[in-house]
């Protein structure tokens, strides 16, 4: 039995792992648990009691669980506006995958978790980035479905509606703010660092303006607005993630800049309380008022700096917004009518005139043009299209004007679908992050335990002052540590990796694919509309005793109801004959066997060897023999069987790409082995296999025999990519490590895949690889970069050096190697935007 339940108190993606796997530890029942709507499904060996069930959940956190009714369908509707409004998961109802106002963190600390507010991040501190998308109209978190063209409530849950399309202000917002700061902190900084390095001179100039300790005051004063406007923030990331014990880079620079003030402070009120080692040649104390806040303006620019260059990184998402195209021509009643790209109804015929942008995507009712794909496909070259032929979302009309049927609208488009795969995998976190995870857990508490025994060693080992020593040493040890730059090794890389495989026609659906794609050994393809161009053509139809028009007639009428480019291919020809296709009531797939169905009360069947031998239908030796010589050619053969007697054949050519050979060669060049499955026949196979020299094949395949033909290979310890383009391989598609889709293929496929390639050539399989690879590279580069500074950096900073060399390193100098730290972290992931692939 399976009911479902509403769950409250979720707040993210851990909490609804933490509630599933909580359900599931109770004998009897599996439990399936989606945030946004807050609900679960259940099924039960035997019926478990709803207070058992809380029970469970009481002990695992504050979550309650009621049996889901009408009402409380709606009351739970509402009440996500509390619990839930902040998070956006993909194709669950919750953020729509083209609304804005959605922030989230850039190192996603939380996983997938976002805001519906800018801030901070609740973890690492950093400022929460927003999410791009596309439109002009505000729409309900919970209900996609309500469009208004103002802001207001949502007349289903009450929830207001966010905005469809992020300003650019709203987008700089965050930089404009920092640049605002960044003023203030520099034209007071700048003063009270002359101040201080003053001292260094001889018959110091300034002081025949003021004493020394006036100067002290003025440093003060000056420090105010730097500190408590400017870096203000700083302190309260610090301050929440001391409260949290989410220990990040704010930490240490709150704890740094803090015991410089400090101690500043008291050292100009109450002087006689320190020691005579704390004191200057005039009788003051020592103030480190120059260090804080010239700490704070350089932390502060290389947060400016980081805001700057992290625009840049989903540069790839904004130039596909920009193919958006925002209006279309209606054609209605014979006239044209400019609407918004809002109101296209599926079925409405759109006149595209030369130069315009294709509003969604369609098919070519009258007319041809050549079309420009390339910011879908990668391919330069502008596409022939005619009638009957699809056109794409974004891309744009050449030199003639066309009118087309509008087939998919909205979030359907693809390239709607490619802005939120991109959103979605540039939000993603690879398997490799896992290690900079492990690490900066311990990291910031493990420097803090270096700072404090620095100024220990410092103090009861350094030369005097031992203790000013001391303090500035632990001071520059907790500045120069930068768990930022390790926390952005591996999402930036993987942010402009997927936009740059997005701009040539390769979307990957997650960041585990994008690091996995490096991994492979084998590389499992299918047959038709994978290695052959998919779109066949019937050669010839052979009838032993019935006429080749009545045959036709009748495999063309089975085939009506399939999608398999091989049946297409014979309604089409039937149609070119002026064939009138009848009925199938009783039509049946049979998977990678063929079609069966009765036509014109004569029982027929369309397929392969093995179908016939499943229906029980002998073949004459003669006709075999016929049909083998057609498969030796390459070709592709059908049996065709009515009232089961095999009565002929139909023979079907599908061209081999011209890019095929060409990637399978790189592929095997590079060690990977391509293994060819196909449902094909082994004669045809074989000639195929043989023209493109491939390692190895299997003929007539099964959906289960490519799927057991994976397990085999993943239980030698390979990692297995399986490229496909048919419902038949969404099962392999979806078992393999890395499943890739061809995207000229059905939807399902490309579901089931992790990389879909736009174009539906293997050549993107090569560039995928090469992809893979190099972002792969540019991660561990990064990674380097980011343990390495802090292996060497925190020993410099806390004075290995000195006794050698005499080398200290400031804390001024500290905070700015830590800001330019994470800068060149964004800046070497910058460097694969000009990747050529």
Known sequence: MTHQYIISGMSCNGCRTKVEKTLNEIEGIHAEVN?????????????????????????????????????????SCCSSKKEHSHHDHAKKAAIPHNATGVYYCPMHC???????????????????????????QFTCPMHPEVISNEPGDCPICGMDLVPMQASETEENKTYQDLVKKMKIAVLFTLPIFIISMSEMIPDNPLFRIMSIEKW??????????????????????AWKSITTWNLNMFTLI????????LFSIAGMFFPDLFPAEFKSHHGTIHLYFEAATVITTLVLLGQLLEARAHGQTNGAIKELLKLAPTEATLVENGTDKVISIHNIKKGDLLRVKPGEKIPVDGKITSGESSIDESMITGEPIPADKKTGDNVISGTINGTKSFVMTAEKVGSETLLSQIIQMVNDASRSRAPIQKLADRVAKYFVPTVVGISILTFIIWAKFGPEPSYIYGLINAIAVLIIACPCALGLATPMSVMVGVGKGAQHGILIKNAEALENMNKIDVLITDK???????????????????????????IASLNQHSEHPLAQAVVNYAKDKNQTLSEVPDFETVAGKGVLGTVNNAKTALGNKKLMDQIGVSVSDDLETKITAEQNLGKTVSYI???????????????????????????????????????????????????????????????????????RLQAEGKVVAMAGDGINDAPALAKADIGIAMGT?????????????????????????????????????????AFIYNVLGVPVAAGILYPVF?????????????????????????RLRNLNL
């Open 35 to 75: 945030l946004n709507p807050g609900e679960a499904t259940i099924t039960m060996d035997k019926h478990v009691a709803t207070e058992k069930l809380q029970e469970a959940l009481s002990a695992a956190g504050n979550y309650t669980i009621e049996m889901k009714t009408a009402e409380n369908a709606v009351k």
């Open 110 to 136: 939380e996983g997938d978790k976002t805001y519906n507010k800018p801030g901070d991040c609740p973890v690492c501190g950093m400022d929460l980035v927003p999410q791009l998308a596309t439109g002009t």
């Open 216 to 237: 002290n005051w003025v440093q003060f004063l000056f420090s105010i607005p730097v500190l408590f406007y400017a870096g203000w923030i700083f302190f309260v990331r």
């Open 254 to 261: 709150g704890i740094g800049t803090s015991v410089a003030f």
């Open 528 to 554: 038709t509309g994978t290695i052959t161009e998919g779109k066949p053509t019937v050669e010839k139809i052979y009838a032993l005793d019935h006429n080749e028009d009545f045959l036709l007639q009748n």
């Open 641 to 711: 069987a009515v009232n089961n007697k095999a009565v002929g054949y139909v023979t079907i050519t599908d061209a081999i790409k011209t890019t095929s050979a060409k990637a399978i060669k790189n592929l095997m060049d590079q060690g990977i082995e391509v293994i060819m499955l196909t449902g094909d026949n082994k004669n045809t196979a074989k000639a195929v296999a043989d023209q493109l020299h491939l390692s190895s094949f299997k003929a007539d395949c099964l959906p289960e025999d490519k799927l057991k033909e994976i397990e």
């Open 745 to 785: 293929g059905t939807d399902v496929a490309i579901e089931s895949a992790k990389i879909t390639l736009v174009k539906g050539d293997l050549n993107g399989i090569v560039k995928a690889h090469k992809l893979s690879f190099s972002v792969m590279k540019n991660i561990k580069q990064n990674l380097f970069f």
């Open 806 to 830: 005499g080398i200290l390193l400031s804390p001024m100098l500290a905070a700015l190697a830590m800001s330019l730290s994470s800068v060149s972290v964004i800046a070497n992931a910058l």
